[in-house]
């Protein structure tokens, strides 16, 4: 099946820096990749995704890039603030409308410093 | 966008009791839904994928008769923890995907703490 690693664990960044959260994904089958961003003792909200046919996605300061031939995905915050501070996790999955399963990276705390 | 509504939040139950978690999608029908367990500072490890007027596909090592699943509608599952033990206790989730998109929404979860 699919596993997906994720990195850092931790990320501590300065108010306005950027931020970059890596991925890896081991399925070259999978072909959606989505970023959620977890506070506590709530569930995950989905912040952006990508899917395979695209390599990078911009919304406001959060942009994901995918390079599907190293099976790699990142996500980058800019300008961050201190209301990015929450754990996020990255997953990818085979998305055929059918049986399908999300599987998640292992999570990052990002910590902005203000 | 997509809501999927989890109830109750947070749920104290004593030792040997059960326990019924409810995850409704608000404006879409969900054929398929996903119970995820979280332990503290860990990822989500998914439980089951809840499947609409069948039974439920449990992950390996999830113990069917303990965390019954029942998907009676397009809009509701329920997970039961059923003769709940300290270990049990944990941060439940459930999952669906509006048909019309990609994305997953998740439910806010539920804290169990069983004593």
Not at chain 2, 88 to 94: L, Q, R
Request: charged share 20%; glycine share 6%; hydrophobic share 30%.
């Amino acid at each position: 099946g699919e596993n997906v690693e994720q990195h850092p664990s931790t990320l501590s960044v300065q108010e306005g820096d950027s931020a970059v959260i890596k991925c890896t994904y081991s399925d070259s089958a999978s072909n959606y990749f989505p970023w959620y961003k977890q506070e506590l003792g709530k569930g995950p909200q989905l912040i952006i995704d990508i899917r395979s046919n695209v390599g990078e996605k911009k919304d406001q300061r959060i942009a994901v890039t995918l390079n599907k031939t190293a099976k790699h995905f990142s996500l980058h915050i800019t300008e961050t603030q201190p209301e990015d501070s929450a754990v996020y996790f990255c997953a990818a999955i085979i998305s055929n409308f059918g049986n399908e399963k999300l599987t998640f990276g292992t999570g990052t705390r990002l910590t902005i410093i203000p | 966008g997509a809501v999927v509504s989890q109830h109750p939040s947070r749920v104290i139950c004593k030792s040997g009791t059960s326990v019924k978690i409810e995850c409704r999608s608000l404006d879409f029908q969900a054929t398929t839904m996903f119970w995820y367990r979280q332990f503290p500072k860990q990822s989500l490890m998914l439980m089951a994928t809840s499947n609409e007027g069948s039974k439920a596909t449990y992950e390996q090592g999830v113990e069917k008769d303990k965390f019954l699943i029942n998907h009676a509608s397009l809009t509701l599952s329920t997970l039961t923890v059923t003769s709940a033990h300290p270990e049990d206790s944990s941060f439940y989730i459930c999952s669906a995907r509006d048909p019309g998109h990609y994305g997953y929404t998740f439910g806010s979860g539920t804290r169990l703490t069983v004593v």
